[in-house]
């Protein structure tokens, strides 16, 4: 899989509001990046990529708007910063939420739209080898009330499906995947975004 190469001590933030923050931050740092929680727009500051990360997609948007941390995620993505989104942080990170609640908002980071509880509801969860492009080897993909991705535009490319529906996708800086990668000991995607923080800072650096 492209993106293998990564920068040790890039310093990027996991949105800690709910969810498997604990587990991106461990993942993070198994690949050499220098990980912090995040929970208000303060602890943006300085950071060269974030992470959303699972949870419940409407309790997150709540959060976010109650914490005000909506714009200043766009605005590190706007300076920049690469953004990966799991499970519910693909929601909301998406253009648009197919059967959201009602008054859901998303942050349009990439131009997909997600069909929110797709692959059914919590007893349905399930693992599947996943085939990614670009790699040989399957990953397993861990499906958690999963969602996935109803239509993509041009621009984006999908990098794995299961059941014929998109799962994990890249628009330039932002990656998103409709699974759980840190719930399992795979880093391959953590390597991914790695390379693509390491890329946007000799961006900003040139």
């Known amino acids: 899989m492209a993106g293998s190469r990564g920068e040790r001590g890039a310093r990027v933030g996991v949105l800690a509001l709910q969810g498997a923050f604990r587990e991106h931050v461990r993942a ?12 208000q727009p303060r602890d943006l ?3 060269s990529g974030l992470v959303i ?4 997609s409407t309790t997150m948007s709540k959060l976010m708007t109650a914490y005000g941390l909506e714009e200043p995620i766009r605005g590190l993505h706007d300076g920049g910063a690469p953004i990966f989104g799991t499970c519910a942080g ?12 009602p008054g859901q908002r998303t942050l ?12 059914g509801r919590q007893v349905a969860s399930f693992e599947a080898d996943l085939e990614l492009a670009g790699d040989d ?3 397993t993909g861990v499906f958690i009330r999963a969602p996935w991705i109803e ?11 299961h059941g014929g529906h998109g799962v994990a996708a890249r628009q330039g800086r932002v990656l ?8 399992t000991d795979d880093r391959r995607l953590h390597r991914l975004f790695a390379a693509m923080v390491a890329s946007a800072r000799e961006a900003v650096a040139a």
């Open 28 to 39: 993070l740092r198994d690949v050499g990046l220098d990980a912090v929680e995040v929970r």
């Open 45 to 47: 500051e300085g950071l």
């Open 53 to 56: 990360p699972g949870g419940e």
């Open 90 to 101: 693909m929601i909301l990170i998406a253009r648009r939420a197919v059967d959201g609640q």
């Open 108 to 119: 349009g980071l990439i131009d997909i739209d997600v069909r929110r509880n797709a692959f």
């Open 137 to 139: 080897v399957p990953m």
């Open 151 to 161: 239509c993509a535009g041009e621009g984006v490319d999908v990098l794995a499906r």
């Open 176 to 183: 998103v995947t409709a699974f759980h990668p840190e719930l």
